[in-house]
């Protein structure tokens, strides 16, 4: 088994990394360090990560190394920009999910749409996306806010998130080569966008891949 942390700021990032996992990564244990009052802190503070929460992620990535994992996924997007500096404080390979997927993206299309939920998370993704720019190459980008979704999925109205997300990535459909639902809990949208004739990437899938194969590289096999 290879068994991988996801730290997570919000709850609503569990049962689709957990579902994403059960269907296509068998050999995969999941172990889940959760604070969700780091995603609280962000919100309260206009989406800027203070050095006290970075301190936050800092003691999760350590003790989820402390309880010998071998890879450490971030969930939680408003931590994406500062991923490099994260993975320094692991002994295991550490990827952010967004970070993962929006790269994949980057590489492969020429013009994308991008959904959010999580309002600090707009300045994130626009961190992200500058810096695949200069990592990979020019990209068209058509950022937007899923509004509702978010206090939608707190209460457990998924039906509502779920509706809100797919609304918002059909408005994209018709201007982008491919859609990227940036945070975990989008992936109960995709069900509702079959239909659309661009690629739709969620998170959990892409970026649980990768992550295995740079710890499968590191173990040599």
């Given at each position: ?120 998370t707009l300045k994130s993704v626009g961190a992200i996306l500058n810096r695949c720019r200069e990592k990979i190459g020019p990209v068209h ?65 892409v970026s649980l891949g990768l992550l295995i194969d740079r710890i499968n590289a590191r173990k040599g096999k």
């Open positions: 088994m290879i068994k991988i942390a996801v730290i997570s700021a919000a709850r609503v990032s569990l049962a689709p990394i957990e579902q994403t996992a059960a269907q296509h990564f068998p050999e995969v244990q999941l172990v889940h360090f959760v604070d969700e009052a780091m995603s609280l802190i962000a919100k309260r503070d206009g989406g800027v990560i203070s050095p006290s929460n970075l301190c936050r992620m800092v003691s999760l990535i350590r003790n989820a190394n402390d309880f010998g994992v071998d890879g450490v996924l971030l969930s939680c997007t408003i931590f994406s920009p500062y991923d490099e500096l994260l993975a320094e404080f692991s002994e295991s390979p550490l990827i952010a999910a967004d970070v993962a997927t929006l790269e994949n993206a980057v590489a492969t299309y020429n013009k994308i749409g991008v959904v959010v939920t999580f309002e600090p980008a058509d950022i937007r806010l899923a509004e509702g979704a978010f206090d939608a999925a707190a209460r457990g109205d998924a039906d509502t998130h779920n509706k809100t997300v797919a609304d918002c990535a059909r408005s994209l459909a018709g201007s982008c080569e491919a859609i990227i639902l940036t945070q975990m809990s989008h992936l109960g949208a995709l069900p509702l966008l079959s239909d659309l004739q661009v690629p739709v990437l969620t998170t959990p899938a």
